[in-house]
């Protein structure tokens, strides 16, 4: 199975900030990487979608980027409703599709 | 807009089998670009998939619990089905049912049902 390492677990983070969240992966998954948020209590929802495409209704603030073992989640300008648990996601080759272990964004 | 709602039993015995059914509306579960998949989420832990079904009843399982894991499709219900056997306190969590879009060869969990928790208990 590929492995997925986020990083850090837990961010604070000021309403306004720019932050970072990464993703690194066991083995090269080329542009096969999705991001998630989930709030407390929901179901995650998709932000980005192959590492770089932001998912329809997404707002602009949210950017992917990376390919091959490195990704990374930015958000721009942190929103009172970003303070989320961030997680990423594989699909490339063939199942078990897995998911990083979360970064926890929190309020500083 | 397609939505998921999961149900079954909150409380299983250990050595018991979970058993757990989703919901689809909105949409149909013959429809090709789709896969069904079963996620979980331990309390305080990270998103683990346990598989997934097509709509003509393909699967795929994680390693990991393939020995203990059988899904299936009821198309006339438009629901699909997990059952995980052989149940310990490992295994409580809360379960999403989510579909499973392929956009090109990016696989995307675009829709989830609000989860449900099952707790493996005596």
């Known amino acids: 199975d590929i492995q997925m390492t986020q990083s850090p677990s837990s961010l604070p983070a000021s309403i306004g900030d720019s932050v970072t969240i990464t993703c690194r992966t066991s083995?090269?998954?080329?542009?096969?990487l999705n991001w998630y948020q989930q709030r407390p209590g929901k179901a995650p929802k998709v932000l980005i979608y192959a590492a770089s495409n932001l998912q329809t209704g997404v707002p602009s603030r949210f950017s992917g980027s990376g390919s091959g073992t490195d990704f990374t989640l930015t958000i721009s300008s942190l929103q009172l409703e970003d303070f989320a648990t961030y997680y990423c996601q594989q699909s490339y080759s063939r199942p078990p599709w897995t998911f990083g272990q979360g970064t926890k964004v929190v309020i500083k | 807009q397609v939505q998921l709602q999961e149900s079954g039993p909150g409380l299983v015995k250990p050595s018991q089998t979970l058993s757990l059914t989703c919901s689809v509306s909105?949409?149909?579960?013959?429809?090709?670009?789709?896969?069904w998949s079963w996620i979980r989420q331990p309390a305080g832990k990270g998103l683990e998939w346990i598989g997934h079904?097509?709509?003509?009843?393909?699967?795929n399982y994680n390693p990991s619990l393939k020995s203990r894991v059988t899904m299936s499709v009821d198309t006339s219900k438009n629901q699909f089905s997990l059952k995980l056997s052989s149940v310990t306190a490992a295994d409580t969590a809360v379960y999403y049912c989510?579909?499973?879009?392929?956009?090109?060869?990016?696989?995307?969990?675009?829709?989830w049902g609000q989860g449900t928790l099952v707790t493996v208990s005596s």
């Open positions: 989510a579909s499973e879009l392929s956009v090109g060869v990016i696989v995307i969990f675009d829709y």
């Open positions: 909105g949409d149909s579960l013959s429809r090709h670009i789709y896969y």
């Open positions: 083995q090269s998954i080329s542009n096969f």
């Open positions: 079904i097509s709509g003509s009843g393909g699967t």
